[in-house]
Each structure stands twice: as C-alpha cells, then as structure tokens.
C-alpha cells in the first residue's frame, strides 16, 4: 500500500532582534525561550521559538475522509544546528479526552461509532519521523512512542520517545535524539494530572476545566534532534509518513498526512522579523528516556 508523505524543504532561518516598522528601526526584545529554542515538554506553543509551521490535512485509512485542522511546527538552532519538530494532530481525529470525558467519540457522534478509553492512548499510539540532509540522505528514521506504562503494575506512564513503548529507531542512532515530549505525558508528568480512567470533564469546543488546569486536550509529539546529523550537507527535510492511531474518530489506525495550506502566523514571527524559506512538496512512497518510576 501506497502512503502519502509530507516533505518540508530545507529549513533556513534567521532570527533578528529588530524589525522595520513604518520606515523606522524599532528593537524588539525576544524571549529568552524563543532565543533557546522550543521546550520539548509535549506543550505545543509556537511562540516558545518555532519559526516554520505548515497546516496539515490526514487521509485515513480505508476511508475516503481527509481530515483538516493539523500541524507541523520546525525550528532549526542557527548555532548547533539541531532541529525542533512539533506534530498536532487535529481534535477531530484524536484527542486526550477519553472514559467519561470523552468528546467526539461513540455510537451516533463519530464516523467510527468507538468509544475512547486511556488504554487505548498507551496501546499503540505513535509517529513516524525521517530526516534527510541537503543531499537528500536519509540520516535518521525514527517511530516515536506517544505514552506508555513504565513498567508492568508501576501505575506511573510516560512517552519512551524512539526508545521505548512503541517507539524505535529504523535507520540511524538514538543518540541523536536530544529530546522530546507529548502533550498526554506534559498532563500526566509536569501537571501531574495521573487519569487513567476520566480525562477532564470539557465541551465541544474544549473548554478548559477549571479543575484541571492547562490540561492539553490536542495530541502532540515533540522530539529534537542533532545538527550533526545533517554534516557538512546541513539539514535537508522532515517527512512524517505516517501516524498510528488506535482507535481514531473515523475509522482505521493509519493516518497519512500531506500539506494543507497557509502557514500559521503567530505574533511572534512578525515581532522577531525572521527570515524563513518553506516549501512543501508532495511524493508517494510504499509503505529513551528513562522509565520513570
């Protein structure tokens, strides 16, 4: 079977710490979070120093619905080289709402009439990412894991990124991966919200529960990885192949993104006047951590 990939081009960017307003120089005064990069805690926030995003459309499985509304967020240290990548997947696919808070699940509310529960989060849940330099080589191809148990009985989860649960690395070293997050392990681990049955009671439009502040109701994977993976040839693209998801809203696991359209513009890119190239183009193809106690 054929899957569709999404390619994002060789990234370039420049961050200025002033922009040309109305013909005038005015200085601007950037966040130390944004100077260091994004923070792979799982927290999706472009503001935080991604400087490239590209929404996307998923084609699933067996199905004919496309699903709009995701996202690929990329940021590119101009010193080391190392590279951010954030995957959102759209609500309207999958979320971290799942037992009696569930949204959007169940018989007569989604194409796939299931329901959702955590263990189907920590079941199989999990992201292809491979990298290619600027001459086109494959460096790095890695599955990364989206949440499961430590270990047998502990009671305590947590992503293992490519090094555990459902993650893996097929081409490359694991080493070169520097970090990564998502959003149910940012619930679980840094709120320290541990809901293995309930997710936060919210509506439609995923309001937050007051209860359970910053809970994150989207799926997202963050991983970096090394700038010296890309060698003298500097970094070339991300593909996401494809994402597992068991169950989803519409219908069978394999999700397939490609592009969507326009760019998301945070305030922020305007404020730091960066400079960027993206493109995307389209081609088909065949188709840790430590455990935390």
């Known amino acids: 079977m054929e899957m569709t990939m999404i390619k994002v081009t060789k990234l370039q960017v420049a961050l200025f710490g002033a922009v040309l307003v109305a ?66 997947l759209p609500t309207t696919l999958v979320d971290n709402t799942y037992g009696d808070g569930m949204v959007g699940w169940g018989k007569g ?42 270990s047998k009985g502990s009671g305590a989860y947590a992503s293992f990124g490519v090094t555990g649960g459902d993650g893996e690395v097929q081409l490359g070293s694991a080493d070169a991966v520097l970090g990564w997050g998502t959003s149910l392990d940012h619930n679980f681990n840094a709120l320290g919200f541990v809901l293995t049955e309930d997710s936060p009671e919210t509506d439609a439009a995923y309001t937050e529960n007051p209860d359970f502040a910053g809970w994150i109701y989207e799926v997202v994977y963050e991983l970096q990885v090394s700038g010296s993976l890309f060698a003298d040839n500097g970094f070339g693209n991300v593909e996401v192949p494809i994402v597992h998801i068991s169950p989803n809203k519409i219908g069978a696991n394999k999700v397939y993104p490609y592009t969507g359209g326009e760019v998301p513009e945070p305030a922020t890119i305007a404020l730091m006047g960066i400079g960027l190239s993206l493109a995307l183009v389209f081609r088909k193809k065949p188709g840790s951590r430590p455990a935390r106690d």
Do not use: C, R
């Open 109 to 150: 509310v989604a194409p796939s009439g299931k329901n959702h529960n955590f263990k189907d989060l920590i079941g199989s849940d999990k992201a292809q990412f491979t990298f290619t330099d600027g001459a086109g080589n494959t460096v790095l191809d890695v599955v990364m894991d989206y949440m499961s148990q430590t």
């Open 23 to 88: 013909g005038g120089l005015v200085v601007v005064l950037v966040a130390s979070t944004a100077l260091g990069g994004p923070i792979l805690d799982g927290k999706l926030d472009p503001a935080e120093g991604y400087t490239s995003g590209q929404f996307l459309n998923l084609t699933v499985e067996k199905s004919s619905i496309i699903v709009s509304g995701g996202q690929l967020w990329l940021y590119q240290d101009p010193n080391s080289g190392d590279v951010s990548v954030a995957l959102t």
